[in-house]
């Protein structure tokens, strides 16, 4: 089992930053790779951004490419999630996400196994 804990969340203004973390515990030497999701209201879950645990091979949404910049610290078993220029249709509970198995060449929702209770990112225009 892996443990994720994020923290960082809270309002901003439109074009401002944030920065958020994901601490994670338990059996972390399994990781193959950790990544963020988010859910605005009445819409589905959608992946922002990723990292493979050991290269640090890095995946971004089109909507977030050149504003969001996901890093690793492996020596804390953390992943940050840093935000800038944001705008209003970032507005979501922001959700970290880690996966166990190489395999998957997609990274959607099915090659994360473990996931974090999320934290809100409120955007006001």
């Known amino acids: 089992q892996v443990q994720l804990v994020e923290s960082g969340g809270g309002l901003v203004q439109a074009g401002g930053s944030l920065r958020l973390s994901c601490a994670a515990s338990?059996?972390?030497?399994?990781?193959?790779?950790m990544g963020w999701f988010r859910q605005a209201p009445g819409k589905e879950r959608e992946f922002v951004a990723g990292?493979?645990?050991?290269?640090?091979?890095?995946k971004y949404a089109d909507s977030v490419k050149g504003r969001f910049t996901i890093s690793r610290d492996n020596a804390k078993n953390t992943v940050f999630l840093q935000m800038n220029s944001l705008r209003p249709e970032d507005t979501a509970v922001y959700y970290c996400?880690?996966?166990?198995?190489?395999?998957?060449?997609?990274?959607?929702?099915?090659?994360?196994?473990?996931w974090g209770q999320g934290t809100q990112v409120t955007v006001s225009s």
């Open positions: 990292i493979t645990w050991g290269a640090g091979i890095v």
């Open positions: 996400a880690a996966g166990i198995n190489s395999y998957w060449t997609s990274w959607g929702s099915v090659a994360f196994d473990y």
């Open positions: 338990g059996r972390t030497f399994s990781m193959y790779r």
